[in-house]
């Protein structure tokens, strides 16, 4: 059914860097769309950012856009997720996700079972 296994997070200052991992398995990688979600605590989980399998085609939310850097190595099944300039507003678990390629932009599209995250402190 599918595995994900996030590691990279921890505890950074504001205006810091983290370099997310994702490591994947159980599925054809290369046939997928991988995503990266979060969930600030009170909050939904929420679609951070998407990388097309195809043609590496990327989206950002908007408070992600110009920060965060997705990235994808189908020869390892694995997805960076680079966070730049962070911010107390970053503070969440970080999970990663799957969607058929054809999918990629559909929001609505059912997920795999989620790994166990990751979590992304920024304080000072």
């Known amino acids: 059914q599918g595995q994900f296994v996030e590691s990279g997070g921890g505890l950074v200052q504001p205006g810091g860097s983290l370099r997310l991992s994702c490591t994947a398995s159980?599925?054809?990688?290369?046939?997928?769309?991988m995503r990266w979600y979060r969930q600030a605590p009170g909050k939904e989980r929420e679609l951070v950012a998407t990388?097309?399998?195809?043609?590496?085609?990327?989206y950002y939310i908007d408070s992600a856009k110009g920060r965060f850097t997705i990235a994808r190595d189908n020869a390892k099944n694995t997805v960076t997720l680079q966070m730049n300039s962070l911010k107390p507003e970053d503070t969440a678990v970080y999970y990663c996700?799957?969607?058929?390629?054809?999918?990629?932009?559909?929001?609505?599209?059912?997920?795999?079972?989620w790994g166990q995250g990751t979590q992304v402190t920024v304080s000072s």
């Open positions: 990388i097309r399998s195809a043609d590496s085609t990327v």
């Open positions: 159980g599925f054809t990688f290369s046939s997928y769309a």
């Open positions: 996700n799957a969607v058929p390629d054809f999918f990629w932009a559909n929001v609505k599209v059912a997920l795999r079972a």
